[in-house]
T-cell receptor, first 111, second 113 residues
Framework: AQSVTQPDIHITVSEGASLELRCNYSYGATPYLFWYVQSPGQGLQLLLKYFSGDTLVQGIKGFEAEFKRSQSSFNLRKPSVHWSDAAEYFC?????????FGTGTRLKVLA | DTAVSQTPKYLVTQMGNDKSIKCEQNLGHDTMYWYKQDSKKFLKIMFSYNNKELIINETVPNRFSPKSPDKAHLNLHINSLELGDSAVYFC????????????FGQGTRLTVV
């Protein structure tokens, strides 16, 4: 069955520190993977996506993610977190006419 | 110019009422979706439409009836609202191929009292 797991429900980091959000997926065929961010009261905004080619993908707002097929992972990283990065982050895999989301990771940033 | 717009943004209503949420996209996408986000932020697919045809109905109670009058619109009508229907409902759209990302509306926060 297709699924996405985000093991960390909450993560707290200090401003300026590095960040890694974990995502594991289960998908039988070639996965198409996405990271979205949701700020409070807002819709979801795409940070980046992977569907082929280079396994390290760059996104908006200084985020990057690395696809590792052997580990079924697609972890999101940022070298230096800003206070405005505090939000909910969702990893997703696209299926047939649907996107399957993980349960999300809430990021808190300490000043 | 908003890509995916849904109205209203907030909806407070009493149990047993019937309500509708409207969604429009101006991206020229073929596929549109309704997602439900519960209080724990979990996003679950409810329906997907491709070229006005229903593709996915993910075990949603038949009190929920989507309607797609054309490719740019996908509305959601809910009959006999229940307390458990309280959630944020998101409309989204995408191209039909799996490699395309979905674009989301701002969400409609439905509160049933």
């Amino acid at each position: 069955a297709q699924s996405v797991t985000q093991p960390d429900i909450h993560i707290t980091v200090s401003e300026g520190a590095s960040l890694e959000l974990r995502c594991n997926y289960s998908y039988g065929a070639t996965p198409y993977l996405f990271w979205y961010v949701q700020s409070p009261g807002q819709g979801l905004q795409l940070l980046l996506k992977y569907f082929s080619g280079d396994t390290l993908v760059q996104g908006i707002k200084g985020f990057e993610a690395e696809f590792k097929r052997s580990q079924s992972s697609f972890n999101l990283r940022k070298p230096s977190v800003h206070w405005s990065d505090a939000a909910e982050y969702f990893c997703a895999v696209s299926g047939t006419y649907k996107y399957i989301f993980g349960t999300g990771t809430r990021l808190k940033v300490l000043a | 110019d908003t890509a995916v717009s849904q109205t209203p943004k907030y909806l407070v209503t009493q149990m047993g009422n019937d309500k509708s949420i409207k969604c429009e996209q101006n991206l020229g996408h073929d596929t549109m979706y309704w997602y439900k986000q519960d209080s724990k932020k979990f996003l679950k697919i409810m329906f997907s439409y491709n070229n006005k045809e229903l593709i996915i109905n993910e075990t949603v109670p038949n009190r929920f009836s989507p309607k797609s009058p054309d490719k740019a619109h996908l509305n959601l009508h809910i009959n006999s609202l229940e307390l458990g229907d309280s959630a944020v409902y998101f409309c989204a759209s995408s191209q039909a191929d799996r490699g395309s990302e979905a674009f989301f509306g701002q969400g409609t926060r439905l509160t049933v009292v």
